[in-house]
Each structure stands twice: as C-alpha cells, then as structure tokens.
C-alpha cells in the first residue's frame, strides 16, 4: 500500500506539543497510529465508516498492567459491557467472550476481535489473548455498522473488534517493560525492531506472566512470542508476515447462585476447595476446573498498486489450537457428579482477497472474496466424564461426547461501491455467504473405552440418531453507508448493515437429554435451523468543537431467528431452536479531545433495551411471558469516562465506569445491583534512565474503592429463573495494585 501519509490534523494537538507528548507516526492510508497523544483517533468525514478507533494512549493507560485483553480499552466505549473475572482480563472460567455490545452476546464458536482485519479468533478453545498490547497500534470498534470486508467469521452478531498491529519500524529500537502487582502479578516483556535493512524490516517480542487467583487457590501463566517481518522495495508494494505461539495454563473461579449474590459480604470469596476430596461423587476441587491451550498463529497483509487508481489486497491466514478443559459437574442426584475433561485439538484457516479501483472521487469500486474453513469445536466432539472415587482420585467413566466432524466452511463473494460527490459520501456493499455446517456422525458413548479419540471413533457404535448431515445458508449480507457534510468539522449519518451468527448448542443438548433423543431425531430438528441475523441502523452526528469531538447516535437492531431453549407440545420436551425475534434499540453520546493543553478526556453514555418480541410455551398449558423484557446480563445504563492531566512529566489519568443492574433470567426476577468502578493510573516519564531514550513508570490502582460487585453472569439469554439450567454469577476483583518500567532505546 503506498504510504503517502496524510498526517491527521488531532485538533488540539498545536497545544499539547507544549508537554512532554509526541507524535511519532500517525498514518492514515495503512491505518496504523503510534504515540498518539489523545485516548481517540478523529473520524475521517471523508470516508464512508462508522468505527471508534483507539489509540495507543488508550492503549496504554486503560489496559490492565497485563497487556493482553483488547476488551479492557473498549470497555470505555459507550454500549460495551465488559467486566472480566479477574483484573488481568483473562476472562475465565467462560467459555465464550463474557462481552455485550448493545445488549447482544456472541453467537456460537466465533471469536469478536479480527486482527488486521482477520477472523482469527474463536471460542471455544486458547488464543483468546494471542497479542501483547505493545504490538497493537490501535484498535478499531465496529458496533453497527459492519462494511462487507469486516463482516467476517462464524459471527459477526455484535459487531467486531479489530487490531491494528504494529508492523516492524523503520529505525532500529527496544522496548523493555517489567511489571509487578497484587497477588503476585509479574509480567516481562520485550521487544526488538531491526529498522529497515535494504527493503526488509523485522521485529522479534517475547513476553512472560504469571498471576496468582485474587480468590482460592490457582493461578495464571502465558507465555507469547510474536515475530514480524515487513517487505517493502517501492511505493507499489508491501508485504508484512507475521507469526504469534501463544500459551496460557489458568485455573478457574467458581461462581455465585442468585441467593448467593444478596450476601456478598459472606459469599464474596466463595470459590473451590483447596482439599482433594476424600469421599466418592464431591468433585469440589480447584484444580479439576482449570485450562491450558497452545496456540499458533500465522497471517499476512500483502498489497500492490499496480497503478494509482487500482489496490490488490490478500489476506492469508491460520490458526492451530490445541489444549483441554477440566470442569467440575454439578447434580442433585450425586451419580451424575464428576468432572468433565474437554479435549480440543482444532483449526481455522483462511483468506479474503479483494481488488479496488478508482474512478474518481465520486466512484471507487471493490471486489472480493473470502474463504474460511474452521474446525469444531463447536460443537463439543471430545468430552470425557470422569467420577471421584473413595480416594478422592478420579477415574474415567464414559464420554460426555464422542463425534466426528469436519470443517465447517464460509465462503463469500463481495462487492462495494463508495466515492463523494460534493458534500455526500457514500458507500453500498452486497455480500453473499454460502455458510455450510460440518456434518456430525455421533457414536454412543457407552461404547467407548479407550482415552485415544481416534481409537474410541474406531471402536465405538455408530449413533444414527444423534448424527446429522452438513447443512448450508445461503444469505445476503447488504451495508449501506450515507453521510452529509455539513461543514469541515460536522456531519450526519445513516447507516445500515446486516450481521449474522449461529449457535451450535443443539446437539450438546440433544446428547445430553434421554427424552428428547426418545421423541425425535436429530437430523429432523437440525433441519429446522435457521441463521440467525440482526438488521442493523444507525442514525448519528459527529461534530468537532474547539478540541473536543462530540458524537451523539441512535441505533436499532431487528433480531431474526434467536436461539432460545423452547417447549415443543407437539413432541412434549425443551430444546434449542432458532424461533425467536428480538428487538434492540438505544442511544449512545461519546466525546472526546482536548479540553486545554494540559487535560484530555474521554467519555461514552448508553441506554440499551434489549429483549424478545415474544413469548414462548414453557409446558402443555404454559407461555412465559418474557415479551419485552430486558435480556439477562444486559445493563440498560452505563457511563464511563478517563481523562489525562499533565503535570510536567507526570500524568494522572483518573478513569470511571458505572453499570446499572442487571438481571440473571429473562423474567426479569433475578435483580444484581448497579456498580461503580474507579480506577487510577499514575505515570512519570523520565530520560536517560539506564541509557534509554525514554522511560515510564506508571502506577495503577484498580477498583479504588473495593466495591464488592457482580462482574459476569453466565447465562443464556432466555433463562427462566425456574429452569432447571441456573443462571451462575461471578464476582469482580477488589482493590488491586499494579506498577511497571517501561524503557525505550
């Protein structure tokens, strides 16, 4: 891509070059923005997107001292819930992102985050936390609005979240950080760059943490390497090849029930037990609800100019992930306890490849296509069952699941057209995706005897009832993009998107359940799913007041084919269907910039209504009456906000997020109070310090007022409070306390 850079005008920043503040490269055309003095980039009026981008001050002041959960910056953004388990953003002991955007939840085994406009990351499974934040440049939130090159993966429900690494630099230097914290938080990382050397550039980072649990017993360890190498011999051409081993080995916090949650003050450190048990069926153990995952990532960005008006863009990507799950399994009846080992050894592979030509400022046009293939899980296909016997050993008893699958595959061609005429910019995108899901040749369990999953698949009986052939969806992605230039410095928008996503919870609970396997088939209630899509409007105005950005938005989602647990009377027995529609609708304020050459700020305001369009039969004579009810774990209000004030080299950058309540079942009957998070972070930037170029010291205070509160409730989203699958609850960290040095030479 040619890097004539068109330097951004940050209003505000003639200021701020008054402070110890520099911009070292802010690059438009290959999206990439280091240094940045401000938490946000300004919006291009001139281009047909709808994105927040945060930069790498937000980067490293709202992400936690571990560097390696891009959720903990987004959080600052306006509609988005995240609150993860633990302070370093590990996000366990879910297995899927616990995030919301707009009150949504992601569907099935996609992942949210892109990197580099990839869809690499899926659930469940490690790679969750593939990057080190100092290698990311800037982050990129995509809420509603989706264009048809960013509508990619196995979901794409709630939006995406993309990262922007930071290639290999053009002069050779080092970064060294170490940090140190509560509960015996330590993290070391590195990273060289080589400068350009010829046409080649490359860089090399390693890092290592360790954490313990700030409750029970257990901890977290991950290790990750990334290198990158960049190719670029004229302005027509560039390649950049990149390549990330990831590995991660954590134990689990138990959770909450509802009763639990009214008695914080007694359950607030609730978690497993520090004892092996030494009586038959208690499968209460810390370390029998753990996880550990190697991951391995390659990808590229290759791009040419053949000439001026014309872009070839190609995308390659693979990820390996391999590792398991041990979770404890809990019963009434103590024959169905014990521990369940989930086994995943999968992949995803792919590319999106597209051609842009210019006509003129009023037409530009792009053609594309992507190629996906991803193997499950999900669905679960390697699940063993373990018991707990008079001992307090465990001992294999059967598979929980034992199926053989192939990959699923996505495939779509897609088409945009974008351009300004005068004061008007547009852009109308047309995706078609041939969607196909693996078919499933399930074995009963009963059969199995041996612990290799290739000789259990060989010697086990076949299960014609639970097993399904592949099915495929054939959907039209649209995206419309219309905004008016009012002035130089103000516009209003509207726009529109399609986005898609699946469930895969089906078959786990077709296997599972002895009467819905004796009423019916699999394959008879595979064929009646749907995928499930969400139409998606945004009607916005985005201004720029003396340093400040204002962005003001309303928005509305029209949820088809929701996966909600329903009775069916004619077969007399519950299960997953995509029978629902939902409504989602809200409002959302954000600023940001400069208030005077010594303050920065960054805000986000959000109501969110979120809930079904009707109800459901919950038994021969029943419905539930949940039309219109705020879903589960879906906060209607939140408000947040960081600022920066300089000092000379110091900076103090106070940070505050309130969620309003919640519930934990779709009857809105499960209330869990509102909470308040206030953070600090302190840092002092120095020079000369063992001979570096720079150095920052920073401190930081996490939950300042050691508010007790829910973090994630674990549900899905048409819970019922009488369901016999309970809502579980999580609690959020107390005070912590973090410090780092980071030298640059």
């Given amino acids: 891509m040619c890097k004539k850079s068109i330097v951004l005008s940050l209003v505000a920043t003639a200021t701020l070059m008054a402070n110890p503040i520099s911009i070292e490269r802010i690059v438009v055309d290959s999206e990439i923005i280091d240094d940045s003095p401000l938490f946000m980039a300004d919006a291009n009026l001139s281009k047909a997107e709808n994105k927040e981008r945060f930069t790498s001050k937000s980067i490293a002041t709202l992400s936690s001292h571990a560097n390696m959960n891009p959720y903990t910056v987004i959080a600052f953004s306006p509609s988005v819930?995240?609150?993860?388990?633990?302070?370093?953003?590990?996000?366990?002991?879910?297995?899927h992102d616990p995030i919301r955007i707009r009150g949504k939840s992601q569907s099935g085994p996609g992942g949210v985050y892109m990197i580099n406009g990839m869809p690499l990351s899926s659930n469940p499974g490690g790679g969750k936390h593939m990057l080190d934040m100092e290698n990311i440049a800037s982050i990129d939130l995509l809420k509603g609005y989706l264009p048809v090159e960013k509508n990619l993966g196995f979901s794409s429900l709630i939006g995406k979240v993309d990262l922007n690494v930071l290639s290999a630099k053009k002069e050779a230097g080092a970064i060294l950080s170490q940090s140190f914290g509560s509960e015996n938080f330590k993290r070391t990382?590195?990273?060289?760059?080589?400068?350009?050397?010829?046409?080649?550039?490359?860089?090399?980072?390693?890092?290592?943490?360790?954490?313990?649990?700030?409750?029970?017993?257990?901890d977290l360890k991950r290790v990750n390497g990334m290198i990158g190498l960049s190719y670029e011999p004229n302005d027509q051409f560039e390649a950049h090849l990149y390549a990330i081993r990831n590995s991660s080995e954590n134990h689990n916090y138990n959770s909450l029930t509802y009763d639990e949650t009214q008695n914080l003050g007694q359950f607030f450190n609730k978690d497993y037990s520090t004892t092996k048990p030494t009586?038959?069926?208690?499968?209460?153990?810390?370390?029998?609800?753990?996880?550990?995952?190697?991951?391995?990532?390659?990808?590229?960005?290759?791009?040419?100019?053949?000439?001026?008006?014309?872009?070839?863009?190609?995308?390659?990507?693979?990820?390996?992930?391999?590792?398991e799950i041990f979770f404890s399994k809990f019963d009434t009846d103590a024959t169905k306890?014990?521990?369940?080992?989930?086994?995943?050894?999968?992949?995803?592979?792919?590319?999106?490849?597209?051609?842009?030509?210019?006509?003129?400022?009023?037409?530009?046009?792009?053609?594309?296509?992507?190629?996906?293939?991803?193997?499950?899980?999900?669905?679960?296909?390697?699940r063993r069952f373990y018991g707990v016997d008079a001992s307090g050993d465990l001992f294999f008893k059967k598979y929980a699941s034992l199926a053989d699958v192939n990959h699923h595959i996505l495939q779509a061609p897609f088409l945009e057209l974008s351009g300004e005429v005068s004061d008007f910019?547009?852009?109308?995108?047309?995706?078609?995706?041939?969607?196909?899901?693996?078919?499933?040749?399930?074995?009963?369990?009963?059969?199995?005897?041996?612990?290799?999953?290739?000789?259990?698949?060989?010697?086990?009986?076949?299960?014609?009832?639970?097993?399904?052939?592949?099915?495929t969806f054939k959907t039209w992605l649209p995206s419309l993009y219309m905004a008016y230039k009012l002035d130089d410095m103000s516009s209003v928008y509207l726009d529109y998107s399609r986005s898609y996503g699946f469930d895969v919870n089906l078959y786990p609970t077709y296997i599972g359940s002895p009467a819905l396997r004796s009423a019916t088939t699999l394959q008879a209630l595979w064929n009646d799913l749907e995928l499930e899509t969400s139409d998606n409007i945004d009607l916005g105005y985005k201004t720029t007041v003396g340093g400040v950005t204002l962005h003001p938005s309303l928005f509305v989602s029209f949820v088809s084919n929701k996966q909600a647990n329903v009775y069916d009377r004619a077969l007399d027995v519950s299960y997953p269907a995509n029978l629902g529609d939902a409504l989602g609708y809200g409002a959302e304020f954000s600023a940001y910039g400069a208030l005077r050459e010594d303050l920065e700020f960054m805000m986000g305001l959000s109501y969110n209504h979120y809930s079904f369009d009707q109800d459901f039969a919950t038994s021969p004579s029943a419905t539930s009456g949940i039309k219109g009810n705020q879903l589960p774990d879906a906060p209607k209000v939140m408000a947040k906000g960081a600022l920066s004030y300089y000092i000379d080299k110091w900076t103090l950058s106070p940070s505050v997020r309130y969620t309003s309540s919640r519930y934990g079942d779709v009857e809105n009957t499960q209330k869990v109070d509102a909470f308040t998070l206030v953070d600090l972070d302190v840092s002092y930037k120095a020079k000369g310090f063992l001979g570096s170029t720079s150095t920052l010291f920073r401190a930081t205070v996490s939950n300042l007022t050691d508010e007790e509160y829910i973090a994630t409730i674990n549900t899905p989203d048409n819970v019922l409070a009488a369901s016999t699958t309970s809502s579980t609850y999580q609690t959020g960290t107390p005070r912590m306390a973090f410090f780092s040095a980071t030298l640059k030479y």
Avoid: C
């Fill in 425 to 471: 910019i547009y852009s109308f995108g047309l995706q078609y995706q041939n969607f196909e899901l693996s078919a499933i040749k399930n074995y009963t369990t009963n059969s199995a005897t041996s612990l290799d999953y290739d000789t259990a698949i060989a010697t086990s009986t076949l299960d014609p009832r639970g097993s399904v052939d592949a099915k």
């Fill in 337 to 382: 306890q014990g521990v369940i080992n989930w086994q995943m050894d999968h992949d995803l592979y792919g590319a999106v490849a597209a051609y842009e030509h210019s006509f003129g400022e009023a037409l530009k046009a792009k053609a594309g296509y992507w190629y996906h293939k991803q193997l499950p899980p999900g669905p679960p296909t390697d």
């Fill in 81 to 95: 819930n995240f609150t993860p388990v633990d302070t370093v953003g590990s996000n366990e002991p879910s297995f």
């Fill in 189 to 218: 990382f590195f990273r060289f760059d080589t400068g350009k050397i010829g046409d080649f550039s490359a860089f090399g980072s390693f890092s290592v943490l360790s954490n313990d649990k700030y409750k029970g017993k257990g």
């Fill in 279 to 323: 009586s038959a069926n208690d499968v209460d153990y810390y370390d029998w609800n753990r996880q550990d995952f190697l991951t391995t990532n390659i990808f590229a960005d290759i791009f040419y100019k053949p000439t001026s008006s014309d872009t070839i863009t190609f995308k390659p990507y693979y990820k390996q992930d391999e590792g």
